[in-house]
């Protein structure tokens, strides 16, 4: 079946570099497309959006880039800071008329002082 | 605004004892979903309600049942409850039956002995 998949399931970074975090996804059909944080013990906290007609968006210190010849959604963080170490999930509007999404596995990111 | 509100936080059961998940929103959204999240498995979806006075299964529905209450407030069942049934459950919402992002709830720790 269709999934959404994550290159790598950790990232450790130094604070003040820039994050890069990385998802493949396999639903051609899929044209919405989302990344969210999720902190240890709470639920997940929506990031950033885009829609299939975008190759890129922008939000306050981050940018997803979508790119849709090789299926790929990543999501770049700015001077990484310590608040941003999470686990960092992308999810796919799975099609069809009815708005259900489909998550990856998550991305567990840590920033290192 | 609360946002999205699950009670209980934390929950112990017996095997086939059973119980009920509320979750209320205030954001006047009109779909509502419940996943659950387990280890290396991501969010899977349980069920959802499109719009108040619908419900659809979702990936994982077998054991559980689901009331959409009014617009607020949409529950979870778990009826005889079995110990693959441990798991963290969230509920989501959004505002409309279309693309835009599903706003969490900190979910509720559940254990079944």
């Known amino acids: 079946g269709e999934s959404v998949g994550l290159h790598l399931p950790t990232l450790s970074v130094q604070e003040g570099d820039n994050s890069i975090i990385n998802c493949a996804y396999s639903n051609s059909a899929s044209d919405y497309f989302i990344w969210y944080k999720q902190e240890s013990g709470k639920g997940p906290q929506f990031i950033i959006d885009?829609?299939?007609?975008?190759d890129k968006r922008q939000g306050q210190r981050v940018t997803v880039l979508l790119n849709k010849t090789v299926k790929h959604l990543s999501l770049q963080i700015a001077a990484t800071q310590p608040g941003d170490s999470a686990v960092y999930f992308c999810?796919?509007?799975?099609?069809?008329?009815?708005?259900?999404?489909?998550f990856g596995k998550g991305t567990l990111l840590t920033v290192n002082p | 605004n609360a946002g999205v509100t699950q009670t209980p936080k934390f929950q112990v059961l017996k095997t086939g004892q059973s119980m009920t998940l509320q979750c209320a929103q205030d954001m006047n959204h009109n779909s509502m979903y419940w996943y659950r999240q387990d280890p290396g498995m991501g969010l899977r979806l349980i069920y959802y309600?499109?719009?108040?006075?619908?419900?659809d299964k979702g990936e994982v529905p077998n054991g559980y049942n689901v009331s959409r209450l009014n617009k607020r407030e949409f529950s979870l069942r778990l009826e005889s409850a079995a110990p693959s049934q441990t798991s963290v459950y969230f509920c989501?919402?959004?505002?409309?039956?279309?693309?835009?992002?599903?706003?969490f709830g900190d979910g509720t720790r559940l254990s079944i002995l």
């Open positions: 309600s499109a719009s108040e006075g619908t419900t």
């Open positions: 885009i829609r299939s007609n975008m």
């Open positions: 999810a796919e509007n799975s099609g069809g008329s009815n708005y259900k999404l489909t």
């Open positions: 989501a919402s959004t505002r409309l039956y279309s693309n835009q992002p599903q706003h």
